[in-house]
């Protein structure tokens, strides 16, 4: 299955893996897969990819596993089953490392979605060996989409955080916010988590207003984009405002302006002299920020 993003594809979507979720559930199948010389192991640094002389994710022999481990099933891609494995000396799950970033600024956004598919997976099965309902240690079934208790029969799958990430607008201008671990003059979209109870819209609404004191009128979404550190879909706004005061919660952001469309262009064209520096290319608030360009053209 492919879909069109146009020109402005978000990072992490596009992966040609078919998942293949009826292999999942069968067991003889999914034998037959893992005793495949064809099956392929996704190649990786602790919990980061290793990428091949193509710039690209790589691959080896599923018969370079490490014994101890266990086996994701990830799907069939170009022919050949695809696996990544859950090692037992990966203790801290998806901690993020200054390598990875450099790595994402390499790797096209259809490779990325294949590795943030296994990425979120691994931290997800590192995190939750043991059972929510009764506390005894849990194994992996389906393939590795799932973990099952053998003590209440309790089933448990891998979820995902949803996130709102959306740009205030208001009389031609945006706002962009700050946080202190961002590099120097980095600004980018303001985001925060869904709330039970909440649907998108107000969520965008209500983030807006707690770390900016802001009230919408109007939530257009945009798109959307996984987002595995370790495990979140971004749903990316923008939202229309009453007015452009500003109430700053600096527990959250450490500095807001308001950015005018020249000044967003001057930033995501890589203007030395742009007010400031944009997200970068894998992130969902860089499509976002050239898809408002786009509707302001």
């Known amino acids: 299955m492919t879909l069109s993003f146009g020109d402005d594809r978000p990072g992490f979507t596009g992966s040609a893996l078919d998942r293949e979720d009826l292999v999942r559930t069968n067991p003889d199948r999914l034998a037959e897969m893992t005793a495949s010389l064809s099956a392929r192991l996704l190649a990786l640094d602790g919990i980061d990819p290793v990428l091949d ?34 090692r037992a000396d990966l203790p801290e799950g998806a901690t993020r490392s200054m390598a990875i970033f450099r790595v994402l600024d390499i790797l096209p956004p259809e490779e990325a979605s294949t590795y943030a598919a296994a990425r979120s997976l691994i931290d997800w099965h590192v995190r939750h060996g043991f059972c929510a309902k009764c506390g005894n240690a849990t194994a992996m079934f389906r393939g590795g989409w799932g ?18 990430i959306m740009l205030a607008e208001h009389e031609g201008r945006v706002l962009v916010g700050r946080q ?40 257009r979404y945009v798109v959307s984009q996984p987002w595995p550190f370790p495990s979140s879909l971004m749903m990316a706004c923008i939202a229309s405002v009453e007015d452009d005061a500003l109430t700053i919660d600096y527990t959250e952001l450490e500095d807001a302006i308001w950015v005018t469309r020249d ?10 002299d742009a007010r400031f520096l944009p997200p970068p290319p894998y992130a969902i608030a860089h499509t976002l920020f050239r898809r408002w360009l786009a509707d302001t053209a």
Request: glycine share 10%.
């Open 53 to 86: 002389d193509m710039g690209m994710l790589g691959w080896k022999s599923l018969a370079e596993a490490d014994p101890d481990s266990e086996l994701i099933f990830l799907g069939i891609l170009d022919g050949r089953p695809r696996f990544t494995e859950v």
């Open 147 to 164: 973990r099952n208790c053998g003590r209440c029969g309790a089933e448990h799958f891998p979820r995902v955080d949803p996130v709102v």
């Open 180 to 219: 202190p671990r961002y590099p120097a003059r980095r600004y980018s979209a303001l985001a925060g988590f869904l709330e039970p109870g909440e649907s998108i819209e107000e969520a965008v609404a209500r983030e807006l207003h707690e770390e900016a004191g802001v009230a919408a009128r109007e939530v």
């Open 263 to 272: 000044e967003v262009l001057a930033s995501m064209n890589g203007d030395p």
